[in-house]
């Protein structure tokens, strides 16, 4: 079983920063690839950006590549979002995920744990 919260989101301007950060509790979170998702007001949850469980590998959604980065720290049981030039279309519920699947699952289906989600409102 593992338990994931979020936090860091938040309210901020058009081109600013937010970082996010996921804590897990537990002790394999290692053994977990880990996974940020959205959701907008009226739209579906959607996949932002993975991280393998060495923290060797990601992968980005198109609509954020360059401008999003995700990281963990293994020793710390934490997988960070950190949100750069922030656009209005950001504004969603993000959510952390862990999957036992090796690799870069970009699917919902293959995380089992899911947080409870932090929201980050862009004001244009």
């Known amino acids: 079983q593992v338990q994931l919260v979020e936090s860091g989101g938040g309210l901020v301007q058009a081109g600013g920063s937010l970082r996010l950060s996921c804590a897990a509790s537990?002790?394999?979170?290692?053994?977990?690839?880990m996974g940020w998702f959205r959701q907008a007001p009226g739209k579906e949850r959607e996949f932002v950006a993975t991280i393998n469980m060495s923290g060797s590998n990601t992968y980005y959604a198109d609509s954020v590549k360059g401008r999003f980065t995700i990281s963990r720290d293994n020793a710390k049981n934490t997988v960070y979002l950190q949100m750069n030039s922030l656009k209005p279309e950001d504004t969603a519920v993000y959510y952390c995920?862990?999957?036992?699947?090796?690799?870069?699952?970009?699917?919902?289906?293959?995380?089992?744990?899911w947080g409870q989600g932090t929201q980050v409102t862009v004001s244009s």
């Open positions: 537990g002790r394999t979170f290692s053994r977990y690839s």
């Open positions: 995920a862990a999957s036992p699947r090796i690799g870069l699952p970009t699917a919902q289906a293959p995380y089992n744990y």
